[in-house]
């Protein structure tokens, strides 16, 4: 049990609608990642949160948001949905600081499949 | 080119063996992590390095920072090392290799 927690484990939505995928950092931990894992593009990093601001930001769509609250868990906002966008979303959190992302514990995932 | 570049991409060894994933990257880097993932899809940190060699019981990771290059070895591998092996780099965020698959058969 890495003590980062993510809802939903599975999520089966239509093209078009919203979703919101949400993690629970480990606790002590201020930094939350965001990666997708596709099939054809392996794993990606979306997004970094640091004790509620917005570090750094990797390949994630405009379609897509995320935000880390007071209490540090963090939600990954998904919207107006494509095929495309099936596949395993991690979130991951670290006692890193900012810049370095330092040892990395991930949850189980949220796998979504978009129909 | 892509910025990470793992190889083999599949390999299949027989248990007991010596095994070597390879990882090199193109950028500077200020950490180097190996991950492993299992069938079931969760995603477990191995190591995390910047310089020299770390050990974790049969596990050993190597970096080479001058040769941007860094290996992870298993020794005495068990089938339940199979998993798939992912090399990322830190910059100023993480860069994914592709990821070896790895089978240990009995």
């Known amino acids: 049990d890495s003590g980062v927690t993510q809802t939903p484990k599975h999520l089966i939505t239509a093209t078009g609608q919203r979703v919101t995928l949400r993690c629970s950092p480990r606790?002590?931990?201020?930094?939350v990642y965001w990666y997708q894992q596709s099939l054809d593009q392996g794993l990606q990093f979306l997004i970094h949160?640091?004790?509620?601001?917005?570090?750094a930001k990797g390949n994630i769509l405009e379609r897509f948001s995320a935000q880390q609250f007071p209490d540090l868990h963090s939600e990954l906002n998904l919207s107006s949905l494509e095929l495309g966008d099936s596949a395993l979303y991690f979130c991951?959190?670290?006692?890193?600081?900012?810049?370095?992302?330092?040892?990395?514990?991930f949850g189980e995932g949220s796998r979504l499949t978009v129909l | 080119k892509n910025e990470v570049e793992q190889s083999p991409q599949n390999l299949t060894a027989q248990e007991g063996e010596f095994i070597t994933i390879n990882c090199s990257y193109s950028?500077?880097?200020?950490?180097l992590h190996w991950l492993q993932q299992h069938p079931g899809g969760g995603i477990v940190s191995l190591f995390m390095?910047?310089?020299g060699k770390k050990k974790h019981g049969r596990l050993i990771a190597t970096i080479n920072i001058q040769e941007k290059h860094s290996s992870l070895h298993i020794t005495a591998s068990h089938p339940r090392d199979s998993a798939v092996y992912i090399c990322?780099?830190?910059?100023?965020?993480?860069?994914f290799g592709a990821g070896t698959i790895l089978r240990v058969k009995s």
């Open positions: 991951a959190s670290s006692r890193g600081t900012a810049g370095v992302t330092g040892e990395l514990f």
């Open positions: 606790s002590g931990d201020l930094s």
């Open positions: 949160y640091y004790n509620g601001e917005e570090r």
């Open positions: 950028v500077g880097i200020s950490a």
């Open positions: 390095l910047s310089s």
């Open positions: 990322a780099v830190d910059g100023n965020k993480l860069v």
